[in-house]
């Protein structure tokens, strides 16, 4: 019901993402029924992995670029009118639709070589399918969020589908003696990576949620455009009674985000991490989250968040205690810290970061 409060144009936008959703689980489901179903019958047809080859997961990855070139076709439409707002929790005007076809272009061609990677290596992995189809979906979105709200319900999206990719690649795990097996890791790290994983992304999501709920409580909304404007005009207005406990929390909300986005050093030892995962998917986790989330990060300080410039000596202080932070983690070999740290979410780098507010500031 709500999908009719847009505009007959928006849903050539939101098409690609039910299509895609809709597919995806129902090949879930039918996984699950045929891993049942295989428990009681020696029915060799019955197999997951044909079951996905009959739903053609090559054909389910061209359905996506197709969908995403007319979701370039909606935005270059789009061009040239005011900004639109769906839910107050997604806005879109030039500027993010500028951001936003850069990812999708992005994301079609990765797309277009994962459908030769399933045609030439007979890979049928459930698992992998996931992570490109539900990932590929959720991060472009990013650029649209208006709210803190909105993003970090989108961040939490693309944790929970990289969290539950290591969840059920329990056999992979298992079947690193085999040198042919695409998805092959060191079974001893399994126990470890869900581990810290899990505990990364619940610690820094702890601390996001508590940043956002004192931002709603102080004033009434977590808009990033409104944010901006009452840190901007506390100096004159007064808004703000307590500019200490502001600042607090708005390093503890920058602390939180780079805890689940991984920014470094957070990434600490990626290589040793990540070790046994295929060229391909580390290929995505780092290239494609670096590039959405150093555009996102640009278009946030130079746009959005414009009036940190009067703390931005806090802020590079705080970046620089990281800095030092990783430097004695390496001098003194705090193998169980640097596993906390490196564990996250989404593999970034930190010196674009600085390099942005250096430009700005």
Do not use: R
């Amino acid at each position: 019901m709500i999908l009719l409060k847009l505009l007959v144009s928006d849903y050539i936008f939101f098409l690609p993402i039910l299509l895609n959703l809709f597919n995806y689980w129902l090949l879930f489901f039918k996984n699950n029924l045929s891993t049942i179903n295989k428990k009681n019958t020696w029915d060799k047809s019955i197999s997951v992995k044909n079951i996905i080859i009959k739903q053609n997961p090559s054909f389910m990855i061209k359905l996506n670029i197709l969908f995403n070139l007319l979701m370039v076709l909606y935005l270059f439409t789009f061009f040239g009118y005011a900004s639109t707002f769906w839910w107050s929790h997604f806005k879109i005007n030039n500027y993010l639709l500028y951001m936003f076809l850069i990812v999708i272009l992005f994301n079609t061609y990765f797309l277009y070589i994962a459908d030769k990677h399933v045609k030439n290596n007979n890979n049928y992995s459930i698992d992998y399918i996931f992570s490109i189809i539900n990932i590929t979906l959720f991060i472009p979105l990013i650029f649209l969020s208006n709210t803190l709200f909105t993003f970090f319900f989108l961040i939490e999206l693309v944790s929970c589908s990289i969290f539950y990719k290591f969840i059920v690649s329990k056999l992979s795990f298992k079947n690193n003696n085999y040198k042919d097996n695409f998805f092959s890791i060191y079974s001893k790290n399994y126990i470890n990576i869900l581990f810290y994983q899990y505990w990364s992304s619940f610690f820094s999501s702890v601390l996001i949620v508590f940043s956002i709920f004192f931002f709603f409580y102080i004033s009434g909304t977590t808009e990033w455009s409104v944010l901006n404007f009452l840190i901007s005009s506390n100096n004159q207005i007064n808004y703000l009674n307590n500019n200490i406990m502001f600042l607090i929390i708005t390093i503890i909300l920058i602390i939180g985000f780079i805890i689940k986005l991984g920014v470094a050093p957070i990434q600490l030892y990626k290589i040793e991490i990540y070790k046994g995962l295929p060229f391909l998917s580390i290929f995505f986790y780092t290239t494609f989250y670096f590039l959405v989330f150093f555009l996102f990060f640009s278009m946030l300080f130079i746009y959005y968040l414009t009036s940190l410039i009067n703390y931005y000596w806090i802020i590079l202080f705080i970046i620089s205690l990281i800095g030092l932070m990783y430097i004695l983690s390496l001098m003194f070999d705090i193998n169980l810290f640097k596993a906390f740290l490196a564990y996250s979410t989404i593999i970034n780098s930190v010196s674009f970061i600085l390099l942005i507010l250096a430009i700005i500031f």
